[in-house]
């Protein structure tokens, strides 16, 4: 009766009898499944429970074994350092946003390492009360990063006066240092990685 008003309506629907004839083999080998699976509860003994229960155990134990556990990488130097110097308005918030995302997605990482940028050269005119306006986006993502400690940034006194910048000039967040090069020498001594 199925398979009748199956073909009837295979050819109401315009579907061809290969399509049917693979649906109703489906349903059927659905149904062979499930009273097989009816009979065989039926017959299995409690002993019979037991040996595949072991059986089951044993293969479980064997497979887990040979999964191997892989450690994730650890990075032993947590200390970096930036030399920011000659680069361009996008390429400092290029970095400064990639920092951003790595702190966000990475929080646990972020608790002993230790990030410190020291701008100098024609950079720190970037950072200026007078171009604020030009560059609040990248100026308060700094200072964020800084008060989150994601970031240390630092400003060279001595570029800061060969170009005419007041240390009023710069936001308070940026931590003046005397000389970029000093500062940079003693970091690097210090185990810091010169990125």
């Known amino acids: 009766m199925i398979v009748i008003s199956m073909w009837t309506l295979s050819k109401k629907m315009n579907l061809p009898d290969q399509t049917i004839s ?12 499930f009273c097989l699976g009816a009979c065989e509860s039926d017959i299995e003994s409690t002993d019979n429970k037991a040996i595949v229960s072991n059986v089951v155990e044993k293969e479980t134990v064997i497979v887990q074994k040979e999964i191997p556990v892989i450690a994730e990488p650890e990075i032993e130097n ?38 410190v940028m020291i701008i100098h050269g024609p950079d720190i005119d970037l950072f200026t009360s007078q171009n604020y306006v ?9 200072a964020r990063l800084d008060a989150y400690d994601v970031i240390d940034m630092k400003v060279c006194e001595k570029t800061m006066s060969l170009r005419g910048v ?8 940026i931590e003046s240092v005397p000389y970029a090069p000093t500062e940079i020498k003693q970091h690097l001594q210090d185990g810091y990685i010169n990125l």
């Open 166 to 173: 007041d240390r009023e000039d710069i936001p308070s967040f």
């Open 134 to 142: 030009e560059n609040k986006q990248l100026i308060d993502l700094a």
């Open 22 to 33: 693979m649906f109703l083999k489906g349903i059927f080998l659905v149904i062979t499944i």
């Open 78 to 115: 947590k200390s970096y350092l930036f030399d920011i110097t000659d680069h361009s308005l996008e390429e400092l918030e290029a970095l400064l946003v990639r920092a951003e995302e790595v702190s966000q997605t990475h929080p646990a990482d972020f608790e002993d390492l230790e990030i």
